[in-house]
Nanobody
Framework: QLHLVESGGGKVQPGESLTLSCVAS????????IAWFRQAPGKEREAVSC????????HYAASVQGRFTISRDDAKNTAYLHMNSLKPEDTAVYYC???????????????WGQGTQVTVSS
């Protein structure tokens, strides 16, 4: 059973940056495809970005393209979401997810973290 723990959330002003981390419990982290999702109050969970297990291919939702960057450090069992030029509409609980199968930006990942709150407000 893979356990994921997110951190790095907080409250920032519009235009500022934030980096989220997702630490995994398993040494075979490099075998997992990783994705970030978010869920705003009253809205459905949506995909933000994903990174492959091999080759580190990345994909982004149109709403964050050019502002967010996903990365991973397999030696540290950690994935990151670097968020720049944050907007109020980026306010949500952010979740990382993992799977041994490449599910790109689908919501069907097997393993999920508990989430970390990001609030963008002046």
């Amino acid at each position: 059973q893979l356990h994921l723990v997110e951190s790095g959330g907080g409250k920032v002003q519009p235009g500022e940056s934030l980096t989220l981390s997702c630490v995994a419990s398993e040494r075979a982290f490099d075998a997992y495809y990783i994705a970030w999702f978010r869920q705003a109050p009253g809205k459905e969970r949506e995909a933000v970005s994903c990174i492959s297990a091999v080759g580190y291919r990345t994909h982004y939702a149109a709403s964050v393209q050019g502002r967010f960057t996903i990365s991973r450090d397999d030696a540290k069992n950690t994935a990151y979401l670097h968020m720049n030029s944050l907007k109020p509409e980026d306010t949500a609980v952010y979740y990382c997810a993992a799977d041994r199968i490449d599910k790109l930006l689908l919501l069907t990942y097997d393993y999920w973290g508990q989430g970390t709150q990001v609030t963008v407000s002046s």
